[in-house]
């Protein structure tokens, strides 16, 4: 099983990224997947989740109106599009694959760094 996180990087307050997710191992179509992330000297917060039925989605507060969570069955990729990116959104982003048996994996994250 695997989970790979990729599009992460430097960007200024104001930009936007597209983080993407690519899964292997598991049958993804039937796993929901989200986005959190970790500031330092902060907690892990959920950012956005794709349920596997249908496309329902849910943001945390801070997401909602600047992130698009979506997901592609056929490539197994889940992505996160960041607008607007701001400083505190500075975080190591990660993904999670949650069965509905509740196995879960999570990716090693990526950097995201919001800065001038």
């Known amino acids: 099983v695997q989970l790979v996180e990729s599009g992460g990087g430097l960007v200024q307050p104001g930009g936007s990224l597209r983080l993407s997710c690519t899964a292997s191992?598991?049958?993804?179509?039937?796993?929901?997947m989200s986005w959190y992330r970790q500031a330092p000297g902060k907690e892990h917060e959920l950012v956005a989740v794709?349920?596997?039925?249908?496309?329902?989605?849910v943001y945390a507060n801070a997401a909602k109106g600047r992130f698009t969570i979506s997901r592609d069955n056929a490539k197994n990729t889940v992505y996160l599009r960041m607008n607007s990116l701001k400083s505190e959104d500075t975080a190591v982003y990660y993904c999670?694959?949650?069965?509905?048996?509740?196995?879960?994996?999570w990716g090693q994250g990526t950097q995201v760094t919001v800065s001038s």
């Open positions: 999670k694959a949650l069965s509905p048996t509740a196995t879960t994996y």
């Open positions: 794709a349920r596997s039925a249908g496309d329902s989605v």
């Open positions: 191992g598991f049958a993804f179509s039937t796993y929901s």
